[in-house]
């Protein structure tokens, strides 16, 4: 099953800066949204950050103004700068990305494997 491939994540000190990279799915020709969510254990998996196809990205309450969603379409890759980063930003974040094949017959949606984010106080 074709899972989407991120990149970025690791051990940050409060305050600092880390760029989580997703490469897209080769098999979506018209992109619907790309999203960031995240995940503790023993929480539901939370939306982060979201670009729906047409519109302006936006943000959960508690990262705006410090995570920055961005997508290069000549590199079919996503990206999640996050700044001024909190302990409670700590989590398994995970791209997604859902959309339509080239003759619009088919809908896709995929998931990354995830990628540790810890941040330390």
């Known amino acids: 099953q074709v899972q989407l491939v991120e990149s970025g994540g690791g051990l940050v000190q409060a305050g600092g800066s880390l760029r989580l990279s997703c490469e897209l799915s080769?098999?979506?020709?018209?992109?619907?949204?790309v999203a960031w969510h995240r995940q503790v254990p023993r929480k539901r998996r939370e939306l982060v950050a979201r670009i729906n196809s047409g519109s302006n990205p936006d943000y959960a309450d508690s990262v705006k103004g410090r995570f920055t969603i961005s997508r290069d379409s000549a590199k079919n890759t996503v990206y999640l700068q996050m700044n001024a980063l909190k302990p409670e930003d700590t989590a398994v974040y995970y791209c997604y990305e859902d959309g339509f094949s080239a003759d619009d017959e088919e809908f896709y949606e995929y998931w990354g494997q995830g990628t540790q984010v810890t941040v330390s106080s």
């Open positions: 080769k098999n979506v020709f018209t992109i619907k949204s």
